[in-house]
């Protein structure tokens, strides 16, 4: 480690690598950018490098769109109905309501109370009785019929909560290497 009198530092770690590999080294989310724009490598004049890859939030980002609930891009509730339109669900209202139906889409509204403007966002449903409108605001709970379709949805929440709990993981990049390379 060297520190100057300015406080920048350096840290270095450094090897040797001699074919395909896998080297780890521990980042927080934050400090990879500068991670990746410091880290040097260099041939010893009979390898080189023929490729490094690093699995970093585009894994996610991949992850969420291919599920059917494509939750990349962090869309609100709106955007996630509006993708399921046509799908059966069942919402529990904060009554205790259950309504069954399918799903026709989700907008957000513009009212006014008194002297004031709230947006509030809808579901609207296609149901045995009609249609029907709720505002978010009053549903307890919803699940949707297709279990298949309930666990993207899952899948896709616990991937972002792996990405939200990790601060500092471990990073790995992938070194494909012809011959004998150092790195630093």
């Known amino acids: 480690m060297v520190l100057s009198t300015s406080g920048v530092g350096l840290f270095q770690q450094g090897g040797k690598v001699d074919g395909p590999v896998q080297v780890q080294l521990q ?8 991670l990746l ?15 490094v890859s690093y699995p970093g939030q585009s894994a996610l980002g991949r992850i969420l769109s291919s599920l059917r609930v494509d939750l990349s891009g962090n869309p609100g ?6 993708q399921l339109r046509g799908q059966a669900i069942q919402v529990e ?3 205790g309501s259950l309504l ?18 709230a947006e509030l966002d809808y579901l609207n449903l296609v149901t045995e009785t009609g249609l029907e409108s709720l505002s978010l605001d009053q549903i307890r709970r919803f699940e949707l019929t297709d279990t298949r379709l309930q666990d993207d949805l899952n899948r896709a929440l616990t991937a972002w909560q792996k990405i939200v709990t990790m601060s500092v993981k471990p990073s790995t990049f992938i070194l494909r290497v012809k ?6």
């Open 77 to 82: 509730w709106v955007d996630v109905f509006t």
């Open 179 to 184: 011959g004998c390379v150092r790195w630093r």
């Open 100 to 117: 069954t139906g399918r799903i026709l889409g989700a907008d957000r509204r513009t009212l006014r109370v008194a002297d004031q403007f």
């Open 27 to 34: 980042a927080s989310s934050t400090e990879m950018n500068d």
């Open 37 to 51: 724009k410091s880290l040097v490598f260099w041939d010893q004049g009979n390898g080189r490098i023929v490729g």
């Open 93 to 95: 209202t904060l009554q």
